[in-house]
Each structure stands twice: as C-alpha cells, then as structure tokens.
C-alpha cells in the first residue's frame, strides 16, 4: 500500500486551555465534550464539543473541589460531584429554576465512584457498595430511586452508545457485572471473569480499569482487555483479548489480537477497525476482527497492516487562525501516560490542550 499514514485527525480539533493549579479540565465521554473549570466554577466553566452546538460557558458558586461533571443528553441538566456522599445538578433548560439541587446516595456508608448519564433525565450512581438508579425531575429539582443493586465495587466502565455500566468485583477484580439501562429499566446481565495472566497469592486487586474498554464493533458490544506479557520466545508481547457481551447470554472470549511488543497502549474504533496504539514507537496497528476462520470459538488476529505513524498534523496554538501558520504551532504527538486504555475515539496533543476523533485514510 503506497499510503504512508493509515489515520489521520480531525481538521477541526476541540481546543481548550491547559489544566493548573486554577483550571481543571474533564472529560465526558458520552457527549465528547471537554470541561474547563476555573476556581471550581466560580470564575467560568467553558464547555467544548464536537461542534458550536454542543459548547457553552457558564459561572457556577465554588463549593469546593470539583471532582466530576458531566452534562446530561442534550446539555439539558448539568450534574457535578464535589463529595464522596452525593452530587449536585443544575437546570439548563429554558423556563426552569437554574438553582442547584444535590442527592446523596441512599446506601449507608457509600463513597461514590462516579455517575453516568443514561438519558437527558435519568443518572446512574456508581458506589463502592452498588448502583442507583435514579430519575431526574428538573422542574421540581428532585430525583427518584428506581431501582438499586448492592454489590462491591473496584471500579467501573461505562459505553455510552449502549447504555451498559461493567462493575469489576471480587478482590481481583476480574469478575465482571454489567447492568444495561433502557426506558427507565435496569437489567442485570450475565456476570463473566476475565482470564488473568497471573493469579497472585495471597489475593490482591489484580485488574486495572487501565486495562479494560467497551465498544461497538460491527454492531456488537464487545469488553476489550489489554493484556500484558513480557516479551519472550513463547510469549511475543501484549496482546488485545476481546470478549462478547451480549444483552441476553452469556459473555464469552471471541478474538485475540497480537500485538507483538511490549510498552504502553491505548485503543480506538475507526470505522469497525480496532486500533492500537504505541507509545514508545509513536505507531499504530489495525485490527479487522471480521477477518476470521469459520466455525472457530477463538480467533487469533495479526495486524492487517504494517504499523504507522498517524499522519502528522500541526495545531495552531491560541491566538493563530486555523490553516495560518505564520506563528508557531503545537505539532501533535500521541502521548499516553498511565498506560491507560482509551475507549473514546479522542486522542490529545503532547501540550494536553487538544482532543480530536481520528479518521482512516485507508480508501
């Protein structure tokens, strides 16, 4: 193939200003959006999406240390968490009360983890002992428990585009509890366990929300584990083990990519291709899990490409005008520290003030 570059980014990349000490900076996978908080709120909160429709600034009262915020679908309620015991919301719809309401989590000696929007008026709390489920009523600024589940917690992963919530349990943590939410109902799907490399002795939490990501591939909900070896002759490195969730059945091991190296990943979907990334080489592999044997429980995935680098691409820094390059620029680099798995199809300059999706170049 003639084409250098496989990927390339978007022309028109999410630009916001850096974090410090005075600027906090989030992001919400489910909206694509990014949010700078400046002195908690109270001196600006500016909102920035894929596009102008989904970007607003706003002024909120500091009462203290944000931990997370998210807009609901729509950006119709804005939901905030300052505490370990409950999380604030704040109409955005034209009409209503703008004054901020807050619900603690109803599980006695609770910590939330985090909360994830399922639609524009219901939220799901994550806590180290469960999920609630709530619905929002912004015009009388309270929530109603709809269905709770107890369970403990390590940690959590959300897909947006399918609504389903994976909880990691257990002292490994490596079984897996997904809950699905749709028109108000919460289901409890079929618990699965990941296979871990090694099984420490004594037990010990063993599997990292690092390693671990939900997407839609071909249509299909899959959980993709970053699995580490170290390199040896029988082992030729990491590898990507994806495994199947459906809504009804149970979970199983479908495909394994070879990754053959070793380092620090992150992952993309482009176009139902999986993509990988490599820090240390500044490269990146495609997957095609369609290509596979038939009638085979497990297959085993090579890279249908040779690695490459994504096609360079210079941001203009504050203050130049898109395309003019007249002053210097932010040339973009793949930089992912904490070797975290990233599900979300944005990938951030080496300054930390970009987020872009990424496209194929491949025709």
């Given at each position: 193939?003639a084409?250098?570059?496989y990927?390339?980014l978007?022309?028109?990349?999410?630009?916001?200003?850096?974090?410090?000490s005075?600027?906090?900076?989030?992001?919400?996978?489910a909206?694509?959006?990014?949010?700078?908080?400046?002195?908690?709120?109270?001196?600006g909160?500016?909102?920035?999406?894929?596009?102008?429709?989904?970007?607003v600034?706003?002024?909120?009262?500091?009462?203290?240390?944000?931990?997370?915020?998210?807009?609901?679908?729509?950006?119709?309620?804005l939901?905030?968490?300052?505490?370990?015991?409950?999380?604030d919301?704040?109409?955005?719809?034209p009409?209503?009360?703008?004054t901020?309401?807050?619900?603690?989590?109803?599980?006695?000696?609770?910590?939330?983890?985090?909360?994830?929007?399922?639609?524009?008026?219901?939220?799901?709390?994550?806590?180290?002992?469960?999920?609630?489920?709530?619905?929002?009523?912004?015009?009388k600024?309270s929530?109603?428990?709809?269905?709770?589940?107890?369970?403990?917690?390590?940690?959590?992963?959300?897909?947006?585009?399918t609504?389903?919530?994976?909880?990691?349990?257990?002292?490994?943590?490596?079984?897996?509890q997904?809950?699905?939410?749709?028109?108000?109902?919460?289901?409890?799907?079929?618990?699965?366990?990941i296979?871990?490399?090694?099984?420490?002795?004594?037990?010990?939490l063993?599997?990292?929300e690092?390693?671990?990501?939900?997407?839609?591939?071909?249509?299909?909900?899959?959980?993709?584990?970053?699995?580490?070896?170290?390199?040896t002759?029988?082992?030729?490195?990491a590898?990507?083990?994806?495994?199947?969730?459906?809504?009804?059945?149970?979970?199983?091991?479908?495909?394994?990519?070879?990754?053959?190296?070793?380092g620090?990943?992150?992952?993309?979907i482009?176009?139902?291709?999986?993509?990988?990334?490599?820090?240390?080489s500044?490269t990146?592999?495609?997957?095609?899990?369609?290509?596979?044997?038939?009638?085979?429980?497990?297959?085993?995935h090579?890279?249908?490409?040779?690695?490459?680098s994504?096609?360079?691409?210079?941001?203009?820094?504050?203050?130049?005008?898109?395309?003019?390059?007249?002053?210097?620029?932010?040339?973009?680099?793949?930089?992912?520290?904490?070797?975290?798995?990233?599900?979300?199809?944005?990938?951030?300059?080496?300054?930390g003030?970009?987020?872009?999706?990424?496209?194929?170049r491949?025709?």
């Amino acid at each position: 193939m003639a084409e250098e570059h496989y990927l390339e980014l978007s022309e028109n990349p999410v630009q916001f200003e850096h974090a410090s000490s005075v600027n906090n900076v989030f992001f919400d996978e489910a909206n694509k959006q990014v949010f700078a908080v400046r002195s908690g709120g109270a001196t600006g909160v500016v909102v920035k999406g894929p596009d102008d429709k989904s970007s607003v600034a706003f002024r909120m009262d500091d009462r203290g240390e944000v931990k997370c915020i998210k807009f609901s679908i729509g950006n119709k309620i804005l939901a905030v968490q300052r505490t370990l015991k409950s999380v604030d919301f704040i109409n955005f719809i034209p009409d209503y009360p703008h004054t901020e309401f807050s619900q603690e989590c109803k599980t006695k000696n609770a910590s939330v983890l985090g909360f994830c929007w399922t639609s524009w008026n219901e939220v799901v709390f994550v806590t180290d002992q469960g999920i609630e489920f709530y619905q929002v009523f912004p015009d009388k600024r309270s929530l109603k428990l709809l269905k709770s589940q107890n369970i403990n917690v390590n940690w959590y992963q959300y897909c947006p585009e399918t609504a389903v919530i994976l909880l990691s349990t257990t002292v490994q943590g490596n079984v897996l509890q997904p809950f699905a939410f749709r028109n108000g109902a919460m289901t409890k799907m079929s618990k699965f366990e990941i296979e871990l490399p090694v099984v420490p002795k004594p037990a010990k939490l063993s599997l990292s929300e690092r390693d671990i990501a939900m997407a839609t591939i071909y249509g299909q909900l899959y959980v993709m584990y970053l699995k580490h070896h170290s390199r040896t002759v029988n082992s030729p490195g990491a590898e990507v083990v994806l495994y199947h969730l459906p809504r009804e059945g149970i979970c199983k091991k479908s495909h394994v990519l070879k990754l053959n190296t070793t380092g620090k990943f992150a992952l993309n979907i482009v176009d139902n291709l999986v993509v990988v990334h490599h820090q240390s080489s500044q490269t990146s592999l495609i997957f095609d899990i369609k290509l596979k044997e038939p009638e085979c429980a497990v297959n085993t995935h090579q890279p249908v490409l040779p690695a490459r680098s994504i096609h360079p691409y210079r941001i203009p820094l504050s203050g130049n005008p898109c395309g003019s390059f007249d002053k210097p620029a932010a040339v973009c680099s793949l930089l992912f520290p904490k070797s975290r798995l990233l599900s979300a199809v944005l990938v951030s300059d080496s300054s930390g003030r970009v987020f872009s999706p990424i496209g194929s170049r491949i025709q």
